[in-house]
């Protein structure tokens, strides 16, 4: 089975535009979060999709937004980038088990996106 | 809200030393607790989990128990090697309602001498 990827895996925008981050999910997952982690620090959580609606969110402004497909990939966009969205930025996939959240998120290697 | 609580690194040991990461949250449900591993350039990878009170949860030699009365989950490992120098994450994901994802500590970087 394929694991988590996410693409690109670096780049580079300047303050006020929009970026595009995209993730393929693992095989058989149908649940997909992401997570900002600035440097040295741990990952922040975003947002979580589920059946392509999104069922959570963490404290992050209207500009951070997503979607999921039918086949389960996902988009995270941010819109008016600020220098402090410099971070790497990280998808998880998972299936949720009969108890919700105690089965394992799979990580892809996230994009390293630099604002200047 | 939730939050979890780890030693600050870095953490630098001699190799076949005993190990310890001390990891405290706090949470308004029951959570299930996890330590994550980060290896330079890579994502996280799940080291072990524990869902319930008392549970320990081991993989590759590391352990740590669920500890409710101190809500604690502390790594450890009895000998550790240089393949385990990486940034190590507790984590904990709430069942109380809502998918509110994982909340991470800050990550505790692991060198290990040889």
């Known amino acids: 089975e394929t694991g988590v990827t996410q693409s690109p895996t670096h780049l580079i925008k300047t303050r006020g535009q929009q970026v595009t981050l995209r993730c393929s999910s693992q095989?058989?997952?149908?649940?997909v979060s992401w997570y900002q982690q600035a440097l040295g620090q741990g990952p922040q959580f975003i947002f979580q999709y589920y059946r392509e609606e999104e069922n959570g969110r963490g404290n992050f402004p209207p500009r951070f937004s997503g979607l999921q497909f039918p086949n389960y990939s996902s988009e995270l966009n941010v819109n008016a980038l600020e220098l402090d969205d410099s971070a790497l930025y990280l998808c998880a996939s998972s299936f949720p088990g009969a108890r919700g959240y105690d089965t394992e998120a799979f990580f892809g290697q996230g994009t390293r996106l630099t604002v200047v | 809200g939730d939050s979890v609580t780890q030693m600050e690194g870095p953490v630098t040991l001699s190799e076949e030393a005993f190990l310890t990461i001390n990891c405290t949250y706090t949470?308004?449900?029951?959570?299930?607790l996890f330590w994550y591993v980060q290896y330079p350039g890579e994502g996280l990878q799940l080291l072990l989990k524990?869902?319930?009170?008392?549970d320990k949860g081991s993989n590759k030699g590391f352990e740590a128990t669920y500890r409710k009365e101190t809500t604690s989950f502390h790594l450890e490992k009895g000998s550790v090697q240089v393949s385990d120098s990486a940034v190590y994450f507790c984590?904990?994901?709430?069942?109380?309602?809502?998918?509110?994802?994982?909340?991470f500590g800050k990550g505790t970087h692991l060198i290990i001498q040889p």
């Open positions: 984590a904990l994901s709430d069942r109380g309602g809502g998918a509110d994802g994982l909340t």
């Open positions: 524990a869902t319930k009170a008392d």
């Open positions: 095989s058989g997952h149908n649940t």
């Open positions: 949470a308004t449900g029951y959570p299930s």
